[in-house]
């Protein structure tokens, strides 16, 4: 039973539009969702959150929007650039345990 | 703030044999957590201590393994009569529990565990 799914395992844009990297979860109960990219040879690394009660979070050219009623969020990236070309995790967090999705690969093509 | 750091970074044994891995947190951090992650998926938790109890351990982990916090510092894992399904990418994370808060977490660049 996976509660947090990323369905699109690939995604691929040119260097100045935007990366859209959608994200599905089946639990009502969380209460924070994550985002986390990831590297090569590294560990994850924190990029942006979104609280339930909330329904969008800007941090410069990143935003998360949320959609609670089709248990759905998504990560805008724009514009985006070649050194955002890495693994994106989509988790969500309810009691301190945060449950991730299998990853989405952006290529950004300069 | 030197991060979270794991070692080995990688660990080569025999089916059947018993290995250990550490992980030693961001200091002020009051929550340490292991996740095991193989290719093409997610990070997949498998146990997490608030200072050094432990708080909460994942029904698919098997009694083969076990984790430690003592004194609510570093940490280990020890996985005993290693398979070879246990070859995997072990990674550590904490966090800072303060309140209703997003509780990100910061990750070490993991364990990368061969069972042969």
């Known amino acids: 039973d996976q509660q947090v799914k990323q369905n699109s395992p690939s995604l691929s844009v040119q260097e100045g539009r935007i990366s859209i990297l959608n994200c599905d979860y089946t639990?009502?109960?969380?209460?924070?969702f994550l985002w986390y990219k990831k590297y090569p040879a590294e560990g994850p690394t924190f990029l942006i959150s979104?609280?339930?009660?909330?329904d969008k979070n800007e941090d410069g050219r990143f935003t998360v929007f949320l959609n609670k009623s089709a248990k759905h969020l998504s990560l805008h990236i724009v514009p985006s650039q070649p050194g955002d070309s890495a693994v994106y995790f989509c988790?969500?967090?309810?009691?301190?345990?945060?449950?991730f999705g299998d990853g989405t690969t952006l290529t950004v093509k300069p | 703030d030197t991060g979270v750091s794991q070692d080995p970074r990688h660990k080569i044994t025999k089916r059947g044999q018993n290995v250990t891995f550490r992980c030693d947190p961001i200091?002020?951090?009051?929550?340490l957590y292991w996740y095991r992650q193989t290719l093409g998926q997610g990070p997949e938790f498998l146990t997490y201590?608030?200072?050094?109890?432990?708080?909460?351990k994942s029904r698919l982990l098997s009694d083969r393994f076990s984790a430690e916090r003592p004194k609510g510092s570093f940490s280990t894992l020890e996985i005993q009569r290693t398979e070879q399904g246990d070859s995997a990418m072990y990674l550590c994370?904490?966090?800072?529990?303060?309140?209703?808060?997003?509780?990100?977490?910061?990750f070490g660049s993991g364990t990368q565990l061969s069972v042969l």
């Open positions: 994370a904490s966090s800072f529990r303060y309140g209703q808060e997003e509780e990100k977490l910061f």
């Open positions: 639990n009502s109960m969380f209460d924070y």
């Open positions: 979104i609280s339930s009660i909330k």
């Open positions: 988790a969500a967090k309810r009691a301190g345990k945060s449950t």
């Open positions: 200091s002020e951090h009051n929550r």
């Open positions: 201590f608030q200072n050094e109890a432990q708080l909460e």
